[in-house]
């Protein structure tokens, strides 16, 4: 029985013990912690997985953070919300033994907002981020440094929600903090395609499996 830490979630322990990271999967408006867990298994088929379910509710349907419109988000609710979600990833890294483990957030529509707003308020607790549909979270004075992040952005080019604008100008907020970003565009608008998965999966061996060291291997006993 997982010990309550402060949210309603899944985690799926990884295949290997080997295996470097652990997806934070985040889902959309009105989801829940079951949503992604199919997406984080073909992302990644042996990353242990955690996946809490969002604690705001709007008409019934979970989110991450509160918002005043589409759109237009409840900032102070937004930091609120990460700082707390950042609590939650650490404690869980305990709990399961995960804390030399990179974690990489896999976040959709909503979900993608608050791992942004992770990145920027928390920039050492992820090694990097898979944005479906992200929007720019808010806007920072002074940027952390995300030199270590890797994030890619998926983003639709006919996307009503998350603009093709929001996308070029949260890319360009995280390449100034230093972080390696990629954008791929998907031709359709805010649902997922399968893609998004395609180039998703890609992307993370590319960008953040094959860059890893390789694990180490325990010698054989009597050697
Ligand atoms: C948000 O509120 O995070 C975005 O508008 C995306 C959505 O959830 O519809």
């Known amino acids: 029985?997982?010990?309550?830490?402060?949210?309603?979630?899944?985690?799926?322990?990884?295949?290997?013990?080997?295996?470097?990271?652990?997806?934070?999967?985040?889902?959309?408006?009105?989801?829940?912690?079951?949503?992604?867990?199919?997406?984080?298994?073909?992302l990644c088929p042996d990353a242990a997985l955690l996946s809490p379910r969002g604690k705001v509710l709007e008409n019934g349907m979970p989110r991450?953070?509160?918002?005043?419109?589409?759109g237009v988000?409840?900032?102070?609710?937004?930091?609120?919300?990460?700082?707390?979600?950042?609590?939650f990833v650490r404690s869980a890294a305990q709990q399961y033994g995960l804390q030399d483990k990179k974690f990489i957030a896999v976040g959709y529509s909503n979900g993608a907002n608050i791992a942004s707003g992770l990145l920027l308020l928390h920039p050492h607790l992820l090694s990097g981020a898979i944005l479906?549909?992200?929007?720019?979270?808010?806007?920072?004075?002074?940027l952390p440094d995300l030199k270590q992040a890797h994030v890619l952005l998926a983003s639709g080019k006919g996307d009503p929600i998350a603009s093709p604008e929001?996308?070029?100008?949260?890319?360009?907020?995280?390449?100034?903090?230093?972080?390696d970003v990629s954008v791929y565009w998907h031709d359709g608008g805010h649902e997922l395609g399968?893609?998004?998965?395609?180039?998703?999966?890609?992307?993370?061996?590319?960008n953040?499996?094959?860059?890893?060291?390789?694990?180490?291997?325990?010698?054989?006993?009597g050697q």
């Open 1 to 42: 029985m997982p010990r309550d830490l402060g949210f309603i979630y899944e985690f799926v322990p990884a295949g290997t013990p080997d295996t470097p990271v652990t997806l934070l999967l985040l889902h959309g408006t009105g989801g829940n912690e079951q949503d992604l867990l199919p997406i984080g298994k073909e």
């Open 64 to 70: 991450f953070f509160r918002r005043v419109a589409e």
């Open 73 to 87: 988000f409840d900032e102070e609710d937004l930091k609120f919300r990460a700082h707390e979600l950042a609590e």
């Open 132 to 142: 479906f549909r992200p929007m720019v979270p808010f806007t920072m004075s002074f």
């Open 166 to 179: 929001q996308n070029q100008k949260l890319a360009a907020m995280l390449s100034m903090a230093g972080a």
């Open 194 to 206: 399968r893609d998004d998965l395609q180039a998703a999966r890609s992307w993370l061996s590319q």
């Open 208 to 221: 953040v499996l094959n860059a890893l060291p390789p694990p180490r291997t325990t010698p054989p006993s």
